[in-house]
């Protein structure tokens, strides 16, 4: 005899609840950039990012199925992802907001990836497509790295809903 599945049990916590949960892991911060196929860049903040494997080298990252930028990334086999320095907190906050033009009077060059490699950042990761997965309220992007380089300076972090830089201990 076979049972029905059980109904999921309600979730004893909030939305608020979970967020401040996960406010007690810091991340590090970058901004991730991709060419709209109208040649534009788009690119914005997000501490959604993290190593999956060595071998072969593969990030993930995730974005909200709401965003405007969405179609941009889905529609793109490159990206890069600028991990941001600790002195960049104006522009962690400049790619979470809406603005008109982003990269108007940031200093970039551009990468393997044909996107932009933005100054002064402690890393950039060029990477390829690899997959992509609808998960929950986002889409998550699995990125085949194809090039990166290390910069120099103190990481910029988020925790507990705000900025910070890492400091030995």
Known sequence: MTRAPSAAPARAFSEHQFRDALAQFATGVTVICARHPDGRYVGFTANSFNSVSLDPP????SLSRRSASLPAFEGSERYSVNVLAADQVDLARRFSRPHADR???VSYRLGW????LID???AWIECSHHARHRAGDHVVFIGDVQDCARGEGRGLVFHEHRYATTAPI
């Open 58 to 61: 593969l990030v993930l990252w």
């Open 103 to 105: 990269f108007e009077g």
């Open 113 to 116: 990836a044909g996107t932009p």
């Open 120 to 122: 002064g950042c402690v």
